[in-house]
């Protein structure tokens, strides 16, 4: 078990009014630990400002309160409202430690925060102050400012001042030991099992698919995983994830498939585990296409159609090179998780003379142009297929390779 940053929570802003004290707390717990706090208290702003240091919160706190009777209405009522703040902040308190605890020692003063955050509001309080003040602070308003924390915040706490000779020492470790032990308390536990499973990964050889760069590319985005480029039945059935590159003409690419004979692999994988189709990957799941007037695997329904060179110009009238070569901003139609972490409108390499015409407007999850819009990317139940090429498209196509690798359906 290690744990890691805190659970990412919003900051939680909290307010009493009463006829005592008017008070506004603020705290985000994964803050970088700083504090802006106007209390009217100095020695309670000092406190806390060790509490938001420690435990690496962003705290604000203001207080107006009637001072001019004591301090104990708004010392308690500070504790009340930063407990109800984190309580609010923590939320579900799924995934966190739970737990948490520290031993902070100033000069000759030592002391012992232990705390659960429980749901049970409880306080432990064993400190023997040397003397009754701190400055004008009367020792006694820390247990309640404790007091009034615990209730609110639904923890239970033990505080013991094992040692100490110095009042202002004694309560200062107190408050530091009460942020470090908030800290560990909040950070999320993250288990990480004995065995871990390793992921295979086939690249399928057919003879016509851009390999060592579709390799290359999901090894460095995955260099734990077993990657595997293979012709073999054996290895595409075992895979956990499995990739269908191409390029070059649709009738090699089919004929070669054939001849090797991995049509049922290929379509057995695309029916039963995540399956990537790259460039002509995508071209061949389709019904037909017009590179030679060739049947495709037949597993989507669509067509695959030549540019038309006579209508292929830009905006401006210039006419465009047919086959298409270059980036293209790729327009996102759903929000897929193959997308994730890629901006919509980001650029990828494309290099072809087809395109896909899908039967199917439902499985288009990406569009761009060339002339004229068309689909390059599609999307159906454990199939994500692109017509452009990941492995050459830098920094968002190495994304869309990760996404492919942690895609589990």
Known sequence: MTRSASVSRNTNETKRNTNETKI?????LDGQGSAKLNTGIG????????VARHGMFDLEVTAKGDLHIDAHHT???VGIVLGQAFNKAIGDKKGITRYGSAIIPLDEALSRVVLDISGRPGLEFDVEFKRAVI?????DLIHEFFQGFVNHANITMHIDNLKGDNSHHQAETIYKAFGRALKMAVCKV???????KIIMIAI??????????V?????????????KVTSNPADIKKAHHVVFPGQGAMPDCIRELDERNLRSSVLDAAKTKPFLGICIGLQMLFDKSEEGNVDGLGLLSGTIKRFNNENTADESGHKLKIPHMGWNEVSQTNNHPLWQNISNNDRFYFVHSYYLESKDKNI?????????????AIAKENIFAVQFHPEKSSTAGLQLIKNFVQWSV
């Open 24 to 28: 506004e707390v603020s705290i985000n």
């Open 43 to 50: 020695f309670l702003d000092h406190m806390l400002d060790q």
């Open 75 to 77: 010392v308690e009522d």
């Open 135 to 139: 400055g004008e602070f009367d020792v």
């Open 190 to 196: 993250v288990y990480k099992p004995f065995f871990t």
């Open 204 to 213: 399928i050889d057919y003879g016509m698919g851009n390999l060592k760069s």
């Open 215 to 227: 390799f290359n590319a999901f090894k460095q985005v995955s260099p734990e995983a077993d990657i």
């Open 364 to 376: 288009v999850s990406a569009e761009t142009s060339y002339a004229q819009k068309f689909c390059c």
